[in-house]
């Protein structure tokens, strides 16, 4: 497919009683759980689903996987802010003990 044809259509397939070509925007902050194994296996990331809005959510997962395949990744990591998508850089290229420098205008 074309760019702009993944940018529009990539990752979602339309809903069987609304038939909607557009994702649903998800404004929930919370999940429920089949029983209490269901969300212990959410958790521990033996099943796929929702825990928490701010961990995963139905619509961010639509953009994950059209960003992913429009630059020919794997995978995707969509947060909620700029500051968020600093702080997750440079925890993935940091350890513990490890010093950054940097100046005022970064």
Do not use: W
């Not at 796929?48 to 619509?59: A, E, F, V």
């Not at 490890?98 to 100046?103: A, E, F």
């Amino acid at each position: 497919m074309k760019l702009e044809s993944l940018a529009l259509h990539h990752g979602y397939e339309s809903e069987a009683t609304t038939k909607a070509a557009a994702v649903p925007i998800y404004q929930t902050t919370s999940y429920t759980f089949d029983d209490t194994q269901h969300g212990a296996d959410l958790f521990d990331l033996k099943v796929p689903g929702n825990i928490y809005t701010r961990i995963m959510n139905p619509t961010t997962a639509v953009l994950e996987q059209r960003l992913a395949e429009m630059e020919g990744g794997v995978g995707a990591l969509c947060v909620a802010s700029g500051m968020s998508t600093i702080t997750y850089a440079i925890q993935t290229i940091t350890g513990a003990g490890d010093n950054i420098v940097s100046t005022s205008q970064l």
